[in-house]
């Protein structure tokens, strides 16, 4: 799956502004691209963080967020910026960990539809298979299949 974080707005949202980071999920044939508060990413890591405890397995590290900027909203646009970078890596991170593929709440968090789960969770990802070498009969040469 390919992951970007191209940009971040602030949307009003149940009549309040929020700051939201737009993400675009690719896999295969499929893009979905949501709109995601800093809230929804404290949500999955916390998700995230419980499964590798019950299958002991560290979670990627979630970015630090000056908590003093974030109660005062003082964060300036270069803050946003250093966030949703290191969001971006924090995702990828999930992405490529086991902990990613055994959470559904992963799953749902990206969009992934329902037909792809399992073979992105297996990492079935290739639309041109590689190439096999198997016996074509039981004692015989190789064939490229």
Request: glycine share 4%; net charge positive; with cysteine.
């Amino acid at each position: 799956m390919e992951i970007d974080i191209p940009s971040t707005s602030v949307k009003t949202i149940d009549g309040k502004k929020k700051r939201v980071f737009t993400i675009k999920f690719t896999y295969r044939d499929w893009t979905n691209t949501v709109d995601k508060k800093l809230s929804n990413f404290i949500e999955l890591n916390q998700v995230i963080k419980l499964i590798g405890r019950s299958i002991n397995k560290p979670a990627p590290k979630f970015p630090k967020i000056s908590r003093v900027k974030r109660l005062f909203r003082t964060l300036t646009e270069s803050d946003y910026d250093n966030i949703r970078l290191n969001l971006l890596k924090y995702l990828k991170e999930v992405e490529l960990s086991s902990l990613g593929k055994k959470a559904i709440f992963f799953q749902n968090f990206c969009g992934l539809p329902v037909v792809l789960r399992n073979d992105w969770s297996l990492g079935i990802f290739l639309t041109n298979p590689p190439k096999v070498l198997m016996p074509l009969f039981s004692n015989s040469n190789l064939v490229e299949s």
